[in-house]
């Protein structure tokens, strides 16, 4: 069995910063890559951007410039830096894990969510 665990959300004034944390826990034998996705209120969970155990990073349109995914491989944790945070960031954070589950095979695991709210 693997956790993931989120801390850091919370409510910001625009302009703000914060910074997500996501640690992962339990059988892990290797990570493929790490993930963070949001989902707004009403809508779909969307990708923000991923990083793999290589360090390739990559972000939605929408957060580029602004958010920063790192990661952590020893301590098997993944963090993504918030910053110029505007009322649409609003939405429930979550990270993911796609490890290696045996030769060519591999299985996704999800945190339970943080919500950021950015507002005035």
């Known amino acids: 069995q693997v956790q993931l665990v989120e801390s850091g959300g919370g409510l910001v004034q625009p302009g703000g910063s914060l910074v997500l944390s996501c640690s992962a826990s339990?059988?892990?034998?290797?990570?493929?890559?790490m993930y963070w996705y949001r989902q707004p209120p009403g809508k779909e969970r969307d990708l923000v951007a991923s990083i793999t155990s290589g360090g390739n990073t990559d972000y939605a349109d929408s957060v580029k410039g602004r958010f920063t995914i790192s990661r952590a491989n020893v301590k098997n944790m993944v963090y993504l830096q918030m910053n110029n945070l505007r009322p649409e960031d609003t939405a429930v954070y979550y990270c993911k894990f796609r490890l290696y589950t045996g030769v060519g095979a591999w299985d996704d695991y999800w945190g339970q969510g943080t919500q950021v709210t950015v507002s005035s």
């Open positions: 339990g059988s892990i034998l290797s990570i493929v890559a």
